[in-house]
């Protein structure tokens, strides 16, 4: 029975009063499980967070809570964004803190309103933070980030063969990993806020002359690790697709296709099986919501993979991805020499300009790097409790081995040295996280989070209101284009749903399990997210638009309906209901 509070929900402090789900929802879309966040998070993200913002120049140590960082919040099990903490580095890098609103919320004025404190203000954090702007637009690369890139790999080669190991040999590795993902969020912290940098720049420089560029100027930026999943999954398709003996393997539908690959032994399984294997070891930690340990992973759940590359190997080669990355890497080339041509005869414009436009190159690439060097450490941390998590289903002390992700890291000795009475605990409070997923987490938690009692349950909302023929939708300018097409919704990344080539995919929100389905539509629109989210970074790889915060498109839009999605704008339009 769910109380006021959820067993790891936080309390806003003081300091850090203000908390919203703004760029926090396509983080963790789905409650987070209590394993996860205080074994990942609490013991390593948000440590790493606040050791990021004091290496930035933004905070000392001890501004923070000494025990628990106010760098995110936990609140009906939603994860949250600390709106106090970006606010002030907005005001700390002479930014201020409207630009941060702006960046977060169309409408600024719903938001609690800030209210300066005499700490806020530090000349002496001011002068570091200045330091680093100037360090963000100006190095050539992140060469921390490809160390750690090493690092996690490396995690990923140590890997034991369990059945060798005793699950204190199994425990131990998975805590010896928290250091690396501690590490890694530090690097993650400030290579985010770095990665906000360059586009500011460029908004600012075309503000007046066109302020769709700043998403067209980013498109083809390259090297961007989340758009390499849609590249080799791509490429497993087309093995498929020239292989009379592998189409039909998939003919006979997604169930039990490892097996019954393994069973083939023709050249074309065995070389299709050694494409996957290398597959699994690149990205097999991704999936999902895939920052929680309850989450599936394309390793622990290999459907995921079998489903993308059927949906895929029904497109012919003209959908081939890297067609559509170099198309929209020359557009991007093109319209920068444009804005070269215009600021020749003004210096400081034109400095300003490449050094915005090569920041923003070397940074959104860094930011989308940390996040896989961080989830592939993470994912072998699941892997981990995964194996104890069988272990102790065989022995009867669980139902299903993803209970095991009912514990607090705290329980863990305790249930390891004598398990039978945690059965039942356990077991209920899987009950009670699952409930979590009705609850409708408020926006923005000002000083103290309503008790879940009061929380809005999405199994009563009433419907969102139907769109008519006209009717225009409004985000934000995401991936650049307009194309008009069939809407496809999809609530799940694996929901039972034709795509078509031409098809405009309609998402709550994606992480990289839904790059495979962007190679099989011609542009994306998502409920939540900004400029930086997955949906938009990958759309502008792959040279589609893409517009992000259409708020409740999901239920607005109805599978089917004719639309034109304009990703210079932001808006998509209806043309036609089915």
Known sequence: MLGDRWITDRVPTDRFPNYTRGNAQDVMADPVSPLDWTFVWESGIVLGCRDGFVALGVFDADEYDLEKPETFGLFGGYFYNSLTQS????VRSGAGWQAIDNAYFDDP??????????WHDSPRHAEKLAKQMGWFMTTPNVPEVDRQKIDAKAVRDSRPDFDGQTIAQIIGRARSLQRHVRAMFDQHAWVSLGASVGPGVLAALTAEIDPTMVTKLLTGVGGVDSAEIANDIWDLS???????????????GVAALGDRLDSLGSPDAAAFREAVDA???EHGSRGPNEYDFYSFAYETRPELLWSAIDRLRRNDDSADPRAAEARGKAEAARLADELREMFKDNAEALGTFEAGLHSANVFMASRERCKTNLIRVIHEMRMCFDEIG?????????????????????????????PGPWRAKLAEREVDYLSLYDLEP??????????????????????AAPVAVGDVLSGVAGSPGVVTGTAKVLHHVDDDVELEPGDILIAPQTDPSWTPLFLAVSGVVVNV??????????SRELGIPCAPAVADATQRIPNGATVTLNGHEGTVTIDALP
């Not at 087309?238 to 006979?252: C, N, Q």
Request: aromatic share 10%; glycine share 8%; charged share 25%.
């Open 442 to 463: 408020p926006y923005i938690v000002d000083r103290q989070a309503p008790p879940l009692a009061e929380w809005k349950r999405r199994s009563a909302l009433a419907a």
């Open 87 to 90: 606010r002030l580095f907005g």
């Open 238 to 252: 087309r093995k498929v697709r020239r292989s009379a003996g592998l189409t039909a393997l998939f003919d006979g």
């Open 529 to 538: 997210g900004g400029i930086g989210t997955h949906a938009v970074i990958v």
């Open 279 to 281: 597959f699994m070891y």
């Open 109 to 118: 004025s719903a938001v609690p309103p800030y209210e300066p404190a005499d």
């Open 390 to 418: 069988r272990r102790m289903v065989a022995a009867g002390h669980l139902d299903h081995h993803r209970q095991i992700y009912m514990l607090l890291e705290d329980e863990v000795d305790a249930w390891l040295a004598d």
